[in-house]
Structures are given as structure tokens and as C-alpha cells.
């Protein structure tokens, strides 16, 4: 389970109750494909952030019961609107997607932590609290540690990519992050994996943990398949994180990823310890 690019959403999983996996579905194809049009192809800003606008249509008409005037996208949104409908689902985690993927289109930049956090609440806490409202499990408390563990799944998935991201000019390391530590754009061009940047790292891989095992209890408090889905999900980026320490720090040469081996441990781990994180 590399954490990247909704490979962290439980589609069609054999844990998943059958009920529930063509609205997991649905979820997953509306957020895969606006992020396509966000990242994927070399469409111009304004096409980009033009069709966006198309989805943010689509999604209100769908919502209402109308019909979906862009043929082109009628037949994900007409799926999306039964879920919607189905399972009483609030539109506000997918308007929050939207206004993340929209974000994404221009900026490439941040200067710190909250600012980071914001975009994380809008890029993937949403995918945990729209889980929690198909399993009529959405508590205060419960969507409050969906979304740390989000927010660390996401953070997880920028470190590991780090590398990846440049190539696209975008550094998701808060910037007050890297002045405090002495690393500069210079030394990620350059894949300098010095000191400097194993603190850095170290100190960020701390930051992604802390709030994974903050959200993780959840895991626990959930029963069933859905309980079974987060353990292994919080156990995967746990594991990532591992993996970034043992290679040193060094993502730009060694991008980690979960072998067959590590989904054995995962499971033993899921098995056997009632404090996952």
C-alpha cells in the first residue's frame, strides 16, 4: 500500500461490506478523476481550473436530484447523486476535494505547518469522514481522528514523494520547516541527503507519527470489516514511516514502498496488538 494517490481508499476491498462498495466506488472515481484534472496531462491552468468549475456544477446539480448538463460527466455524477441520496452523504467533503485539487493547481508552496494542515483538511480529511457517514459511524470524536489520521496518511505520502513532487516544482515541506533546519530548494534539486536534511525529516516523519497515534485508537473503537480496513491502513503508513528511517532519510534515492513481505507483518501486527500505534 504505497499512501499515495488514493491507493489509501478501500476500494472494492474484500473487507468492505458488499452494500457499502459501490458507494466506496463512486466516492473514489468522483476524487481519483477531479485529481487527475488537477495533476494529470499538460492542460493549462485556466483549462484545469475551468473544469473543476464543471465538476463543482455537476456535483450541485447531482445533489439536488437534476440533471447533470455535461454529458461527458453525467454518468460518474449520476452514480455519485445515488450514493449521495442512499446514504445521506454531506456535500461539504466533497466541496472541500474540489477546493483542494483547485488549490493544487496553483500553489506549490507552503510557509508552514497550519497552513499545510489546511490543505490536508480539505485533500484528505474528507475521504475518513465520508467512511465514518456510510458506516453511520460520524461522532465528534470519531471524525476527529479520521481526520488526523488523513492528515498523517497525507503528510506520509508527502515525504515519501518528495522527490516526485519537485519534478513537478511543488515542495509540500513548510518552509519555516526548512529554514529552521538549513535546507533550501537547492539541496532537494540536488537530492542532498546531508545532516541538515535527516533532521528535517526526522523531525517531519516524528510530526506524521504523533498524529497517527492520535487518530489511530479509532482503528480499535470501530467493529467489524471497517475496524479491520483502518488497522491495516494506519498500520501501512506506520510502516511507510518506518521504511523513510531505515533508508536513512534518503527518499530521492530509496521511495518507500510496502513489499509482500511488509502486508504479512501488517497483518501479524493487526492481529496481535491492541495499541496499533
Not at 12 to 19: E, K, T, V
Not at 155 to 170: C, M, P, S, T
Request: hydrophobic share 45%; glycine share 4%.
Amino acid at each position: 500500500m504505497p499512501v499515495d494517490h488514493y491507493e489509501n481508499f478501500p476500494v472494492a476491498s474484500l473487507l468492505l461490506p458488499p452494500r457499502l462498495r459501490e458507494p466506496v466506488e463512486a466516492i473514489y472515481a468522483f476524487a481519483r478523476s477531479a485529481d487527475d484534472v488537477a495533476d494529470e496531462g499538460d492542460a493549462p491552468a485556466v483549462a484545469r481550473l475551468a473544469r473543476l468549475h464543471d465538476y463543482r456544477q455537476a456535483l450541485e446539480a447531482c445533489a439536488r436530484g437534476d440533471a447533470v448538463s455535461d454529458r461527458s460527466l453525467a454518468p460518474m455524477f449520476e452514480r455519485l447523486g445515488r450514493a449521495i441520496a442512499a446514504h445521506a452523504l454531506p456535500l461539504q467533503p466533497f466541496r472541500d476535494l474540489l477546493d483542494a485539487f483547485a488549490q493544487d493547481v496553483g500553489k506549490t508552496r507552503y510557509c508552514d505547518f497550519p497552513e499545510l494542515h489546511d490543505y490536508c483538511r480539505r485533500s484528505a480529511d474528507p475521504v475518513g469522514r465520508l467512511m465514518l457517514h456510510l458506516y453511520a459511524a460520524a461522532t465528534p470524536d470519531k471524525l476527529r481522528r479520521a481526520d488526523a489520521i488523513c492528515t498523517s496518511l497525507q503528510l506520509i505520502n508527502f515525504w515519501q514523494d518528495v522527490a516526485i513532487d519537485w519534478q513537478k516544482r511543488r515542495i509540500y515541506l513548510p518552509q519555516d520547516d526548512m529554514a529552521r533546519f538549513g535546507v533550501t530548494e537547492d539541496d532537494i534539486e540536488a537530492g542532498r541527503c546531508d545532516e541538515r536534511w535527516r533532521a528535517l525529516m526526522a523531525f517531519e516523519v516524528q510530526r506524521a507519527r504523533a498524529m497517527m497515534a492520535d487518530g489511530a485508537p479509532l482503528a480499535l473503537a470501530l467493529p467489524g470489516r471497517i475496524g479491520w480496513e483502518l488497522r491495516l491502513i494506519v498500520l501501512g503508513g506506520l510502516r511507510i514511516l518506518e521504511r523513510i528511517e531505515a533508508a536513512g532519510y534518503d527518499v530521492f534515492r530509496h521511495r518507500p514502498r510496502l513489499a509482500r513481505r511488509d502486508w504479512l507483518l501488517l497483518a501479524w501486527r493487526a492481529l496481535n496488538h491492541r495499541n496499533i500505534a
